[in-house]
């Protein structure tokens, strides 16, 4: 079983809807977990980060964690043609030595 | 600006050559990381530096080799012995464990 695993997608959906990328992790000692934007052939981004159960907002971002499930999930509401790139889910195991590890990422693709 | 530069962009090695990726930072973070991304792929750890004069090996750190002589830098030497190194490679420091990474914008290795 992979560390940390999302959908490879790609996941399409329509501008101004809202996308949704799930994540889960298996190493019950996570305690942070972030979410990365990368655009084809750049570095990766930060977009998200959460520590703790129940939702945080930034602007069109809503990270999810639920710690007992072992997910985090990553909404994208009124999606737009920029919005797509590939969404990268990193978990640090702070007792690991603050290494992140990666899922393979979730394309995304929004159509006008 | 405060940031992390990576150089050179793209590069190219010959069968059986050394070559050095360079990664600088003016963030004054103590934590730098070496990740390696293959096409259509999430990142692999290859090496970690937490401190200066230390470093430590990650997933994938057979053909590879770095130093931290001072905090502001974290070369990475890709070695003969490293069979397939094309990739994307992507040097980033962390302020801290809620933080996350900070990512340079990465060198792109091809062996030719």
């Known amino acids: 079983q992979k560390e940390v695993e999302q959908n490879s997608g790609p996941l399409s959906v329509p501008e101004g809807a809202i996308a949704s990328l799930n994540c889960t992790y298996s190493?019950?000692?996570?305690?942070?977990f972030f979410w990365y934007r990368q655009y084809s052939g750049k570095s990766p981004e930060l977009i998200m980060s959460?520590?703790?159960?129940g939702d945080k907002e930034d602007g069109r971002f809503t990270a999810q964690l639920n710690k007992a499930s072992q997910y985090v999930s990553l909404l994208i509401r009124d999606s737009q043609p920029s919005d797509s790139a590939t969404y990268l889910c990193?978990?640090?195991?702070?007792?690991?030595?603050?290494?992140?590890?990666f899922g393979g990422g979730t394309r995304v693709l929004v159509k006008p | 600006d405060g940031g992390i530069t990576q150089s050179p962009k793209y590069l190219f090695r010959k069968e059986g050559q050394n070559v050095t990726l360079s990664c600088e930072q003016n963030?004054?973070?103590?934590?730098m990381y070496w990740y390696r991304q293959d096409p259509g792929q999430g990142l692999r750890l290859i090496y970690y530096?937490?401190?200066?004069?230390?470093?430590q090996k990650g997933d994938i750190a057979e053909g590879y080799s770095v130093s931290r002589e001072k905090k502001e830098s974290f070369p990475l030497t890709v070695t003969s012995a490293q069979k397939n190194p094309t990739a994307f490679y992507l040097c980033?420091?962390?302020?801290?464990?809620?933080?996350?990474?900070?990512f340079g914008s990465g060198t792109r290795l091809t062996v030719v």
């Open positions: 990193a978990v640090n195991v702070a007792a690991a030595g603050n290494k992140l590890t």
């Open positions: 190493d019950r000692g996570s305690q942070s």
């Open positions: 959460i520590y703790s159960n």
């Open positions: 963030l004054n973070h103590d934590a």
């Open positions: 530096s937490q401190i200066v004069n230390d470093f």
């Open positions: 980033a420091t962390l302020r801290g464990a809620n933080y996350g990474y900070t």
